[in-house]
């Protein structure tokens, strides 16, 4: 497979852990971060080999020794850096949630399209090699039709006002941090609802801080929830006709699950560990797709990014939780 040559914008922990992963593959080239301080992006260089560091997310974006760019920045910047990254020329890899809703999101598939240019969503769940078997299991009917899914994600967080959680500015909020997951296994496993109810409590600052969401189907119910007021076990459960799997704790970033049918009695355990730190999954997706000349991944689709969001958007109009601008 061709290297490719990598860039990050942004300096954070999610950017760490994508480049230690970067750095366990023979066709990735680490090469260069940006980030709006040029002693971060240094000391985020040394510490993660790669080549050279940039002091602007300009200086990134038009630089001749990069392929393609994960950007890793807080949610509200992720539209606005994908879009300039595509228009000079670069693939992107954009960390999840791709936008802070669907209209961003459009955008930026429109400028994959104009640009032909790669552009996937970093929602590495979608990648993870238990994940992928889970879908295998569903989809040849080992546990027969689907009737209930649950899916939970929480914790409790006592992050500052001003952090990327707890702030507007930066699309913050528990629904778009740790509820895409549980949403993502919904829509993955059933599709797009027939109807979405979602009861959320926001906090001071006017994120959300839980929110409960029920998705009806012609012949199922998603049942999910998400938080950072309290813990919560991080599990999931795909319950068919036939049978049953259990995915346990944390669920988002799977090791092992239980299927449970008529064949096996008291259940089949699978384990499995992804590569590195859980990253490797997707980085080779996008390798892929580039050697083949795609601008979209067919595992996880340009449309079903936009989808995605457009639930998103729809249960933050529902429990009343807005971003400036929009």
């Known amino acids: 497979m061709k290297t490719l040559k990598w860039g990050i914008a942004g300096t954070g922990n999610i950017a760490a852990a994508f480049a230690h992963d970067l750095n366990l593959l023979d066709e990735a080239n680490c090469s260069v971060v940006g980030s ?5 992006a240094q000391s985020f260089a040394d510490e993660n080999n790669f080549k050279k560091a940039v002091g602007s997310y300009e200086a990134l974006f038009g630089h001749p020794e990069v392929d393609i760019v994960y950007v890793a920045t807080p949610h509200h910047l992720h539209a606005e850096l994908t879009i300039e990254a595509l228009n000079n020329g670069m693939h992107v890899i954009c960390e999840k949630p791709i936008a ?3 209209k961003q999101t459009k955008a930026m598939v429109e400028a994959s399209k104009k640009n032909n240019r790669f ?5 590495w769940t979608r990648f993870n090699p238990i994940m992928e078997q889970i879908f295998e299991h569903v989809s040849t009917g080992e546990i027969g039709d ?3 899914l649950f899916a939970d994600f929480a914790f409790r967080s006592d992050a500052p006002d001003k952090s990327r959680l707890f702030n507007p500015e930066l699309g913050g909020g528990a629904l778009l941090d740790v509820g895409i997951y549980p949403v993502f296994l919904a829509y993955s496993i059933l599709g797009m609802p027939n109807s979405v109810t979602a009861k959320g409590i926001r906090y001071h600052t ?3 801080y839980q929110s409960s969401l029920i998705f009806e189907y012609d012949e199922a119910h998603a049942v999910m929830h998400s938080g950072f007021a309290s813990d919560s076990k991080c599990e ?7 049978g049953r799997i259990d995915i346990h704790p944390r669920w988002h970033e799977p090791r092992f699950f239980t299927l449970t049918n008529k064949e096996n009695g008291d259940g089949k355990r699978y384990e499995k560990h992804p590569e590195g ?3 490797t999954g997707e980085i080779m997706e996008c390798h892929k797709c580039i050697e083949q000349g795609q601008i979209a991944s067919p595992k996880w ?4 990014s936009i989808n995605m969001m457009t639930l998103l958007d729809e249960i933050r109009n529902q429990i009343g939780v807005t971003y400036p601008g929009e």
């Not at 552009?119 to 929602?123: D, G, I, K, R, S």
């Not at 999931?236 to 036939?242: E, L, N, T, Y």
């Not at 689709?301 to 079903?304: A, E, F, M």
């Open 100 to 102: 802070i809703n669907a």
């Open 206 to 208: 006017g994120v959300d």
């Open 119 to 123: 552009l996937m969503e970093a929602l």
């Open 301 to 304: 689709s340009h449309q079903d």
């Open 277 to 279: 730190k859980g990253f």
């Open 146 to 148: 689907i009737r209930y």
């Open 36 to 40: 709006r301080s040029l002693e971060r």
């Open 236 to 242: 999931a459960i795909i319950s068919g006709r036939d």
